[in-house]
């Protein structure tokens, strides 16, 4: 992955194999949303990183496996933390906050 | 795109009274524009300073910027304790910007280490029953990551009501939050085991209508406590169209979007594994689900779902290895279910794609699940056979997880894995280290007395080749296996000389002591182990294992070293001076270690009677040695040197080749074999054992049916003494002291020995043996000499024979005596050694005395 590294934690049952399918559709859902990811991309924009994440693993298990449907999650996330910030930067804008 | 739109934001703030702070990327942008760490520390320690201010004022607006900004810096490493309370506050604001960032906070900086973990837990509460599913989200994630114990426990019930809630989105996270909580306290299992197989059964709601309700639980409690009982499990089925109606939670519509289906499924699957991981009774209620697991995964291998949840042909790759695993656990010790599991995983191991990884991926599991449950001896055959593809797959991490599956499954599956073993053999010669380390254990681990010629060949050509960490083991491995299935001694010699001689420094301390054993006893062999061993040592006196047995050997074989001829390998002249030179060479050389140089200096010792010429030379090194700053040397070279000047007429005898020595096993592996051997001679044969008390007991018992008396023996005193007591006890007298007979323990070509026994009455740990030397043959048999050899526990003491000589035709006979002191009445083992010439030949001869009487040393 380009001059990305991933390292992961499993238990001495979990399947390696499976584990590297995991980190390889959590490079993929990054790919997807940053459009070509590279090592920059996650740096600033580390928050967005881990909130990707949250939407894929939670508790150290997969809880979605559509990679659409994730995608979607994180979309609709994202609108409505920029529904609560529009009026405000308006405001912002014409110096009334 | 998201990220672009922060730049947009920055371009258009005003400027204001009070210096803007840091947008989080000018502050990344600056940390990275350091050029060491001094100006890293100084950027971040300013900002930091400005952090803590805002957060002192209370500047709601931009909290979640400067948070977001401490996480960076804590990402660094650097402290940022001071904002765990300002995650509480984004936490509990109303704006979903904040609460982002502050569940995030909560997630990196709080700690359930400390305390204050718990203040979120109110916070958590409301956000989960508040009903705006993104914001649950963040509450289950949270919790799901850092929550603790007591956390779990206070909102357990929360999550409890979301497992049934209409939304698939919550529902799943609910599901794994409750995998969490079952994680950190165990009691909560009860709790969430109802709705799970609700659960399962809500997956094939949108389609498998007339799929059978196997065990059908709701959240009413009622039911809920008589769950598992099968009167009452249709009790429950007919009963939950009424109940359905009572319920205060909303019941899930009956066609939930199908797309999103799968989480649940996913997480319903993890929910039971964990439960039954953790509890027995779990494990049992599930078993009756298996057939409705294989039904679930059949369709997905066959059919699948869409293309959305596929990787590259494999349909949802992380479903099936969770439910493969489930299997595994439901299947392990319970015949039933893994029988009708074998039909499936049958079918999943030979339908799966094995192009790319996520097919492999399955495959593994599969071959796990099989190995793991009681599966047909044809399945598990094809999951060796399948971890034996693996091997030769191009892909280095699949050979890795083969090698490491194999090595689990070599003891149980011998015989299917001994199939792959060239493929095994050929993996020695991976590059990477992980890989070759496995290979080598599992190569050691199919060495069998078939194969045992042709893997040593291999594993020596690797011993030479290999990295130095994997030297130790490989030496050591072949080392062992040689000794299991060594073939014949010769091959074993050479085999340990090779090992020695490649690899010398890093063969175990033993090597040196199993080695010389092991030539001691192959007599045959004395002449060409000596003569291969010279040979070595000519060439390289470094290896230190090798130079010790070496030396020793050539001490103790130097005459066969110098008579010049071998049938085994070419004949080699050997001058008496180059034998004595070479072992000079090594006691000067700084290469050997000490104990090394003794070995070398004893050597040359024996030499002294083993070769012809006159011993100037060596007496000259002894004495030379008599100064030598090593103690231990000096002391042998003192002795050595005494022995030369003192004692000249007894160094034949004390340099003399030794008798085998004893292996040196724990000490109460001899006292098993002693009280074998035991049990062999004496006619009531008491079984082996390895206390003295037992073996009293045993005694006990001969004497009770000696005298026929029914009585029971007493209760076993450990000590010695205290059941000497009893033995004292005893109604019946033991029996009066009888003449011991005599044993004739030797006759060759009319030459004789007899031994005879005397068990002086005032002294019961004392033995007197005399032995008789006779002589019925025409020669005279001359320079007779007799040694004998006892168990440790016993002492021995042989005074001087009558003479050494017994002449022809019943001429005087020698005798000589044995004192034996046995104060434990051990059992009594006699090795003897005799050398003597007749009709001028000289003979010797080494041998066990058999048959002792038991009245010898009882």
Request: hydrophobic share 40%; with cysteine; glycine share 4%.
């Amino acid at each position: 992955y380009a001059s990305l590294y991933f390292c992961c934690a499993i238990e001495d049952q979990d399947n390696e194999l499976i584990t590297l399918e995991i980190i390889h559709r959590y490079v993929e859902l990054l790919d997807k949303y940053f459009g070509s990811v590279c090592e920059l991309d996650i740096i600033f924009n580390f928050e967005k990183a881990y909130f990707i994440l949250d939407e894929f693993l939670l508790g150290g298990e997969v809880q979605e496996t559509s990679k659409k449907n994730v995608l979607k999650a994180i979309e609709q996330a994202d609108l409505l933390q920029e529904e609560a910030e529009t009026p405000r930067s308006v405001l912002e804008e014409i110096g009334l906050t | 795109m998201p990220g672009q739109r922060v730049f947009l934001h920055s371009r258009t703030l005003p400027v204001r009274m009070v210096a803007p702070s840091l947008k989080l990327q000018d502050l990344i942008e600056e940390i990275r524009g350091a050029k060491t760490q001094a100006q890293e520390r100084e950027v971040i320690q300013k900002e930091c300073a400005h952090i803590r201010a805002s957060f002192r004022d209370g500047d709601p607006v931009h909290r979640h910027r400067q948070l977001a900004k401490l996480l960076y810096v804590h990402m660094l490493g650097y402290p940022a304790h001071f904002g765990q309370m300002e995650c509480l506050k984004l936490i509990a604001s109303s704006r979903f910007t904040d609460k982002r960032v502050g569940y995030l906070g909560a997630m990196l900086l709080l700690d359930e280490r400390h305390d204050a973990h718990l203040l979120i837990t109110n916070s958590i509460k409301n956000d989960l029953s508040q009903g705006i599913q993104p914001v649950q989200g963040l509450a289950l994630c949270t919790l799901s990551t850092m929550g603790s114990a007591e956390m779990c426990r206070d909102l357990a019930p929360e999550v409890e009501k979301l497992l049934l809630q209409p939304s698939p989105y919550v529902r799943k996270k609910a599901i794994l939050t409750a995998v969490h909580m079952i994680r950190k306290v165990p009691e909560l299992s009860s709790v969430f085991l109802p709705p799970c197989v609700h659960l399962l059964h809500e997956r094939h709601h949108g389609k498998a209508v007339g799929l059978p309700i196997l065990c059908f639980s709701s959240v009413d409690r009622r039911i809920e406590n008589r769950m598992g009982t099968p009167a009452h499990r249709r009790r429950v089925a007919h009963t939950h169209r009424h109940t359905r109606n009572r319920l205060s939670c909303p019941w899930p519509p009956p066609f939930t979007s199908p797309t999103l289906t799968p989480g649940i499924l996913l997480g319903t699957i993890t929910l039971i594994t964990e439960l039954c991981e953790r509890s027995p009774a779990a494990l049992k209620h599930f078993r009756k689900v298996v057939p409705q697991l294989v039904q679930i995964l059949r369709t997905l291998v066959t059919t699948g779902y869409s293309t959305e949840h596929s990787i590259s042909g494999v349909s949802d790759p992380f479903l099936q290895v969770q439910i493969l695993r489930l299997l595994r656990i439901l299947g392990r010790n319970h015949e039933e279910s893994s029988e009708t599991m074998n039909d499936l995983l049958a079918q999943v191991a030979t339908n799966t794609d094995t192009s790319r990884n996520a097919g492999n991926a399955v495959l593994f599991e599969t071959v796990l699940t099989i190995m793991d449950i009681h599966s047909a001896a044809g399945l598990r055959v094809l999951a060796v056979n399948i971890l034996g593809r693996f091997l030769l797959n191009s892909d280095r991490n699949i050979r890795y997880v083969a090698l490491t599956s194999l090595l689990r499954l070599v003891q149980s599956d011998h015989s299917a894995v001994q199939r792959h073993r060239p493929t095994v053999v050929d993996c020695l010669q991976e590059t990477d280290a992980s890989l070759s380390r496995r290979a080598l254990e599992l190569s050691l681990a199919l060495v069998n007395s078939s194969n045992v010629r042709a893997m040593m060949q291999e594993l020596q050509a690797f011993l030479e080749s290999c990295p130095p960490d994997l030297r130790a083991d490989c030496a050591s491995g072949i080392l062992l296996a040689a000794e299991r299935f060594a073939p014949t001694k010769r091959w074993h010699i050479d085999t340990i000389l090779h090992v020695l001689t490649t690899a010398g420094t890093h063969v175990r301390d033993d090597a040196v002591a199993n080695l010389t054993q092991l030539i001691g006893g192959a007599q045959e062999l004395h002449a060409y182990s000596v003569r291969r061993l010279y040979n070595a040592l000519a060439e390289d006196i470094s290896q230190q294992p090798l130079v010790q047995v070496a030396a020793w050997c050539i001490g103790e074989y130097g005459d066969l070293l110098l008579e010049g001829n071998c049938e085994e390998i070419e004949p080699l002249q050997v001058d008496e001076e180059e034998v004595l030179a070479l072992l000079e060479k090594v006691l000067q050389s700084h290469m050997s270690l000490p104990a090394t140089r003794g070995y070398a200096l004893t050597a040359l010792m024996k030499l002294s009677t083993r070769l012809q010429g006159d011993n100037n030379r060596i007496r000259q090194v002894v004495s030379i040695y008599r100064s030598c700053l090593d103690v231990e040397l000096q002391q042998r070279a003192v002795e050595y040197d005494t022995l030369f000047r003192k004692y000249d007429h007894m160094r034949a005898a004390i340099l003399e080749k030794m008798p085998l020595v004893e292996r040196d096993g724990p000490q109460a592996d001899e006292e098993a074999k002693q009280s074998k051997e035991a049990a062999q001679l004496s006619e009531a044969a008491p079984a082996p054992t390895e206390s003295q008390a037992s073996q009293l007991l045993d005694l006990l018992d001969l004497l009770d049916r000696a005298s026929g008396d029914a009585q029971h023996p007493p209760p076993l005193d450990p000590s010695p003494g205290g059941a000497l007591v009893y033995l004292l006890d005893l109604p019946c007298a033991p029996p009066p002291p009888a003449p011991i007979p005599d044993l004739k323990v030797f006759e060759r070509e009319g030459v004789q020995l007899n031994l005879s026994f005397i068990r002086p009455p005032e002294n019961p740990a004392l033995l007197l043996i005399t032995i008789t030397a006779t002589n019925s043959s025409e020669g005279d048999v001359t320079n007779f000499i007799c040694q004998a050899a006892v168990p440790k526990s016993l002492q021995l003491q042989l005074q001087a024979p009558s003479g050494n000589t017994v002449p022809a035709r019943g001429g005087l006979p020698i005798t000589q005596l044995f004192r034996i002191l046995n104060p434990n009445k051990a059992p009594l083992r006699l090795k003897l050694r005799l050398t003597y010439n007749h009709f001028h030949q000289s003979v010797q001869e080494i041998f066990e005395v058999n048959n002792l009487p038991v009245e010898s040393w009882q």
